[in-house]
Structure formats: structure tokens, C-alpha cells
């Protein structure tokens, strides 16, 4: 009689847990098709893709003028053709837009957010009995993780390529017209090589000084009155120098008070390509995906005597990618507490304020530890993701501050 009434009750158990799981899964199901049929979500996600999209905008002729500045100040008055200046502009696209999406999700979702709060649509959403948190939030952070795998494609697959495109195309420039890289009164580190120029005009070079090592490593300084400089004729070398009485003078390394002096009424002097980009370190980190760039970190590190500079540089752009991609995201998260908590009175304006004011400091948060990760050893993960931690923490601050509110 008692194993009956425990098999009684078990079974009866078992029924009410089966019926109240498909009661939760149903409710369950029916909260997604509301959420998903709702037109309040579809309006906000409306509102926060076009604020988005404007501020991808203006960033995006931020950073494109700049670069536009940059290279106009590099090439203006160079005669270099317009195709090689569109090419290269071209070629630097993957850079501004890797830089732009990040830094739009912020400021955009804080002017879109800042000015449903200040024209008292969070509000209404309460009045309504929604929770703003639940229905704002879910679209900001996946807005938010789209924009950050789209910056992670570009970062990972386009800018590599572009840079390599770029270098190309420098370099076709370059053989082209040899006074992109040659300014009056200034001194030039090619590589591991110096050029020192007097003043430029036309062709005509005076009081050149050119610095580099022998095949013996011995210090060699080559120096002329006036000369000329020629487009490249030979495969391999960007520019040639026509020197008038040149001379040379051969330092020999072990014994410094020792030295060779050749002088030469004429003399021509080929500066290769190698001076302006290594040969035999081939592609650089930034020039790579992370694919290939785990595969150089695993490579060093199972070579017996490796460079732990050179492997922290590898290890920093490794996370840079990663970090400066789906930073987008931490973006998107303190996103919602500022705007809901500044933004209650011209939370248009107070957003683009605060935004602009954010990028700004998370750039220039980014380019120190950077720096300090490449010049001090400062390990290459923290170097590149303490910036997003920093903004994660304040946003988890702010965050707490809105659920008190």
C-alpha cells in the first residue's frame, strides 16, 4: 500500500513538473514572439542603426581628411600622377573604416539613447509597464557585436591586404618620383640607412650625405657638393643620385682612426627598395591575420633563443585586433547607463559631448599602453585590452548607478 501511494505521488510529481516546464516554454516562447513582433523593438532598433550610420559618417570624413591632409602634405607639389594618389587613398580605406565603426557605436547610440530619454520615451516605456533596461539593452549589445565582427573582418582580412597593396603601391610611386621621400634641409632614416639633404629645387640636390655600412659592416659616408636625381631604371632600386665630386670615406669598425677616403668626379649611387622596406623580415604583424600571426608566436617561441621584444610585438597585434574590433561592444554597454542617466535634458547634444570626449580618451589610451607595450615590454595582452576594461568597469558603474535610479 505504501510503495502504491509513493508510485502514486511520484507520477503526479512528475506531471506537474512536466506541466509547469511546458507552461514556462510556452510563456517563453510567447515573450520571444512578442519581442520579436514587437514594434517598440523595431523602432529603437531603427533609431539606433540610423544614429549609427551618421555618426559612421562623420567620423569616417574625420579620419578620412586627415589621412587626405597627411598625405597631401607628403605628396603636394610632388608631380605625382593622380591615379597613384587615388590608389593609395584607396588602399588606406580598411584603416579608416577599422578605426570609425568602434567610436560610431558609441557616440551614436549615446545621441539615440540621450534623445529618447530627454523627449521622455524612456519614460513612456515605463508607463506601459516595459522594462527600458530589457528592451533597450538586447539591441545595443547586439548592434553592438555585429558592428564588432564586421570590424574584426576588416581589421583581420581587409587591412592586411590593403597595407600590403599600399607598400606596393608607395613603392611604384616612389620609382616614379624619388622626391616623395627627399625634402629640402632634412634627414631621412631609409631603413637602416640616412640620407641627409641640403636644398631641393627641381632635380638639383646640394650638399647630399648619405650614411650606411659596408658588406663588412664598416661605416660608410658618401658625401656631394651637388646632385641629381633619376628616376629607378633597374629592377629593385627606388631612385639613383647623379653625384659631381663625391666622396667617400670608409671608417673601418675595429679600428676607428683607420679609414679609406676615395674621391670621385662622378659617381652614381642606387638606393634600393630594401632601404625603405626590409626584405628579409617580410611581412610585418600588422600585414598579417591572426591565423598567421599564432602561427609566427608559436614559431618563436619554439625556436631555443628567441626575442622576447619580438615576440611581445607579435603578442600586441595579435590582441590588437581583437581589442580595437570588439571594443564596440564595451562601447555599446556604457552606452545605455550615460544616456539614460546624463541624458535627460538635450541628451542629443550631451551624447555627441560625451561621446567625442570618450574616443578621445580611449584613443589616447590605446596609443599609450601601446607604446608601452612595443618600447617597455608591457605584456602585449594587457597593453591592448586594458582600454576596454577600463571602459567595461565605468560602464558596470554606471550601470549600477541606473538600477538604483
Known sequence: MDFENIKKTAIEKIFLVLAFSKRKFINLKFRYRMYKDNYLVRYIVKELLLYFALMFFFYFIVFFVNQI?????????????????????????????????PFA??????????????????????????????????????????VSLFSFYVNDFLLPASLIKYKEQYLISLSRNPFIEIESN??????????????????MISDVVFLDRDDEGNQRIIAAKQSTVDTAEEAGVSMQLNMNDANVIVIDRNKTDDFSLILADKMRLNIFESSFIDPTTGASPNEMTTF????????????ENYSKETLNQYVIEFNKKFALSFGAIFFAFIALPLALILGKQNGLIIGFFIGVVISLIYW??????????YRIGLNGFLSMWIPNFVVGAVGLYFYSIMIKQ
Open 292 to 303: 598567421d600571426i599564432y602561427k609566427e608566436i608559436r614559431k618563436i617561441k619554439a625556436s
Open 105 to 146: 557605436v558609441l557616440t551614436g547610440f549615446l545621441m539615440c539613447l540621450g534623445r529618447m530619454n530627454s523627449d521622455n520615451e524612456v519614460l513612456i516605456l515605463r508607463a506601459s509597464g516595459q522594462n527600458p533596461r530589457t528592451m533597450i539593452l538586447v539591441p545595443v549589445l547586439v548592434i553592438g557585436l555585429i
Open 364 to 373: 589616447c589610451l590605446i596609443w599609450i599602453f601601446m607604446l608601452a607595450g
Open 186 to 203: 632634412s634627414v631621412k632614416k631609409l631603413n637602416d640607412k640616412t640620407i641627409i639633404t641640403g636644398e631641393v629645387k627641381n632635380s
Open 69 to 101: 591632409l597627411v598625405m597631401m602634405g607628403k605628396l603636394l607639389g610632388k608631380n605625382l600622377p593622380l591615379w597613384d594618389v587615388i590608389l593609395l587613398m584607396f588602399y588606406s580605406l580598411p584603416s579608416i573604416v577599422s578605426q570609425t565603426a
